[in-house]
């Protein structure tokens, strides 16, 4: 079969489209055989790419997938050939004092598909039936693959460790991620006030089209001076975090007396300061977040199910041009998700 692999970290020209042997189940386990059909590029694919420490080598990249069941060994109950699938990301024991008590992103063996392990890009993949869950019947594969990694995080960070409130101030920087498409929609569907910002003015817009109440752009405004306009000198309950140290200043300034700053990651940067005096004086908190629980993972599911929320995807590449997927990424910052198809 072919695959998106990578042999070293580097620059795009590091990404190969490899022949490599295609996977093959044990007809008396629990394995599963899925024929790819889509597979969305992440932060994390360019992040492994230029080099995360300890990647196994070669890699196939990719966490987020949407395809077809090939074929099941004799002990899958729960999925057949022909069913419509995507994939869930998360690898994790099972066993473990995390695992035990439903918090499987707390694992000791945390792992992700496209990062510890061969992940989606790719004609076939060998899973587990606790790495499928049925597709979405009103999505398109490209669209199915849009969204499990980018919205499992956003629905994590906001209903889970922020704990959004009906009624209270969300701020969420850059609506043209798949983080930041999803955390305006989800906020928005928990009747919180969304606020938000991005590069362009196109992406600006499409926070206005997801629910946010105001966007601006922060390289023709002041963002500071428009917030603390807009919502007085209270400030925002929540900012949701994902850029780094380009924009961590702003978000700290523009925090609420118990205000909660998430993150889930530091694109620009990961070095950045933090005030203590104003910490506790304001009764701030400042959570780290990654992934989420699988019983999140269905509740962020069921929202999509029921089209209470939908991906935004930008583009849609052959899986073999993935090099130019990853200069369009690199180069534009898209506006949502760029999907690669098998053809
Ligand atoms: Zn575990």
């Given amino acids: 079969m072919k695959a998106v692999r990578i042999h070293q970290h580097g620059d795009g020209s590091e990404l190969c489209w490899d022949s490599t042997p295609k996977p093959q189940i044990d007809s008396s386990s629990d394995d599963i055989l899925v024929q790819i059909k889509a597979a969305?590029?992440?932060?994390?694919?360019?992040?492994?790419?230029?080099?995360?420490?300890?990647?196994?080598?070669?890699?196939?990249?990719?966490?987020?997938?949407?395809?077809?069941?090939?074929?099941c060994g004799d002990k899958v109950s729960d999925f057949s050939v022909?069913?419509?699938?995507?994939?869930?990301?998360?690898?994790?024991?099972?066993?473990?004092?995390?695992?035990?008590?439903?918090?499987?992103?707390?694992?000791?063996?945390?792992?992700?598909?496209?990062?510890?392990?061969?992940?989606?890009?790719?004609?076939?993949?060998?899973?587990?039936?606790?790495?499928?869950?049925?597709?979405?019947?009103?999505?398109?594969?490209?669209?199915?693959?849009?969204?499990?990694?980018?919205t499992q995080t956003a629905y994590a960070m906001l209903v889970k460790r922020a704990r959004i409130q009906p009624g209270e101030t969300v701020f969420v920087w850059g609506a043209g991620s798949g983080v930041g498409s999803m955390a305006i929609q989800i906020a928005?569907?928990?009747?919180?006030?969304?606020?938000?910002?991005?590069?362009?003015?196109?992406?600006?817009?499409?926070?206005?089209?997801?629910?946010?109440?105001?966007?601006?752009?922060?390289?023709?405004?002041?963002?500071?001076?428009?917030?603390?306009?807009?919502?007085?000198?209270?400030?925002?309950?929540?900012?949701?975090?994902?850029?780094?140290?380009?924009?961590?200043?702003?978000?700290?300034?523009?925090?609420?007396?118990?205000?909660?700053?998430?993150?889930?990651?530091?694109?620009?940067?990961?070095?950045?300061?933090?005030?203590?005096?104003?910490?506790?004086?304001?009764?701030?908190?400042i959570i780290g977040s990654t992934m989420s629980d699988i019983q999140t993972f269905e509740e962020m599911l069921a929202l999509i199910n029921d089209n209470k929320i939908y991906p935004v995807v930008d583009r849609i590449f052959p899986m073999e041009k993935v090099k130019e997927a990853h200069k369009y990424i690199e180069r534009s910052g898209p506006l949502g998700k760029v999907v690669l198809m098998n053809e």
């Fill in 40 to 71: 969305a590029i992440n932060h994390l694919d360019i992040w492994v790419r230029k080099g995360i420490p300890g990647v196994p080598l070669p890699l196939i990249l990719g966490s987020d997938g949407a395809g077809v069941v090939e074929s």
């Fill in 82 to 150: 022909g069913d419509e699938v995507i994939i869930q990301p998360l690898l994790y024991c099972g066993s473990c004092r995390h695992c035990k008590n439903g918090k499987e992103n707390f694992c000791f063996k945390l792992g992700i598909l496209g990062e510890t392990t061969n992940g989606t890009q790719c004609e076939y993949i060998k899973v587990k039936s606790n790495q499928l869950k049925k597709k979405p019947s009103h999505l398109s594969f490209s669209d199915a693959a849009a969204f499990p990694l980018s």
């Fill in 188 to 285: 928005t569907y928990f009747d919180c006030t969304v606020y938000s910002a991005g590069g362009t003015d196109a992406k600006v817009h499409l926070a206005i089209k997801l629910g946010a109440v105001k966007s601006w752009n922060y390289k023709k405004t002041d963002i500071s001076a428009v917030v603390r306009k807009t919502v007085g000198k209270i400030g925002i309950d929540v900012v949701f975090e994902h850029v780094g140290s380009k924009t961590w200043e702003l978000s700290k300034r523009m925090l609420a007396v118990g205000g909660r700053l998430v993150s889930c990651g530091a694109t620009t940067g990961y070095d950045v300061s933090i005030d203590l005096r104003h910490l506790f004086m304001k009764q701030q908190s």
